[in-house]
């Protein structure tokens, strides 16, 4: 969602410009040969640093020195700002412009997950992150484009998710994620009875703790993924009780939600029910996601194909 200008303000984070950040920008800038190019880099390097200290306060991993804005080559022959978030990508961290706007040079990669722009106020050794945007395009960015620094922590929230995501396609090379296992460990009483066996395909199965909705006693979530070509992947979808129970609590529900949240398909166990299927095709690549749901309690398990 775009905010409004007046909004953006009020929403805006300041974070102190720092004597350390102070130091590095002026010792980076004093490379330069000319006033502007000083002066560039001078900004950027500030913008950098009050990105980077917010992200800190907050938690978030990052690494400056891994960062074009620390190449002292690349700051001398190109106009950088990136702070890099460790294990997420590059973050563009750019100085406000006069008018309620930022200028993004034409040589900022497209590959940046996204630009936060931050106003400087040197004198009093102020500064104010404004916003961010996701879309990382050359030219103008004007405030009115931009999204709260509310929302850009929730951004990167759903990006670290991602990165926990189950990559299913390596599962056919025999490289299988932590935690997942051959349904016989994790449900060795019952295998006798489960039909997982696919040709060329691969099962797994995963304890799923539902904490107090289901004390002391787990879900076992299993997928199996049959290669149907060399793009389309059957997958099969299957939530068992645990060893010590026949059945599955009332009112579970499993959702598939596709990348964006949005909820494809859905099963219910009812009274009685030993487990709960659902199957459909996914093209690899293809990014999803499996609720399991019991009264106040919410279990997702993301997955790329």
């Not at 797994?204 to 049959?226: C, H, N, Q, Y």
Request: aromatic letters at 6%.
């Amino acid at each position: 969602m775009i905010h409004s200008t007046k909004n953006l303000v009020e929403k805006s984070i300041p974070v102190a410009i720092t004597q350390a950040a102070l130091k590095i920008a002026g010792f980076f800038a004093d490379e330069q040969v000319t006033p502007e190019k000083k002066k560039q880099v001078y900004l950027n390097t500030l913008a950098v640093c009050a990105v980077n200290d917010y992200m800190e306060m907050m938690n978030i991993a990052t690494d400056p020195k891994a960062s074009d804005s620390w190449n002292s080559a690349m700051r001398y022959y190109a106009d950088v700002a990136d702070l890099k978030l460790s294990g997420l990508g590059y973050l563009e961290c750019r100085p406000a412009s006069p008018g309620n706007l930022c200028y993004i040079p034409p040589e900022v990669p497209d590959d940046r997950i996204g630009v936060v722009v931050v106003e400087l106020d040197i004198e009093h050794q102020q500064a104010t992150l404004i916003g961010f945007t996701k879309t990382v395009k050359a030219g103008e960015l004007l405030f009115n484009e931009l999204q709260t620094i509310e929302d850009l922590l929730a951004y990167i929230d759903s990006l670290e998710s991602k990165t926990t995501e189950v990559k299913l396609s390596y599962w056919l090379q025999n490289v299988i994620d932590a935690g997942w296992q051959p349904i016989e460990k994790i449900l060795a009483s019952k295998t006798p009875q489960l039909a997982f066996r696919y040709r060329n395909g691969v099962t797994r199965g995963k304890l799923i703790d539902m904490g107090i909705e289901l004390p002391g006693r787990s879900l076992a979530l299993v997928v199996t993924l049959t290669p149907k070509d060399s793009i389309e992947i059957q997958l099969k979808l299957q939530v068992h009780p645990s060893n010590q129970q026949d059945y599955l609590p009332n009112n579970l529900i499993i959702k598939v939600l596709d990348e964006k949240g949005t909820n494809v398909m859905e099963a219910q166990a009812r009274s009685g029910s030993t487990h709960v299927t659902l199957e459909f095709n996914a093209q690899r690549g293809e990014r999803f996601s499996v609720n399991l749901e019991l009264g106040n309690t919410n279990i997702i398990e993301n997955f790329v194909v």
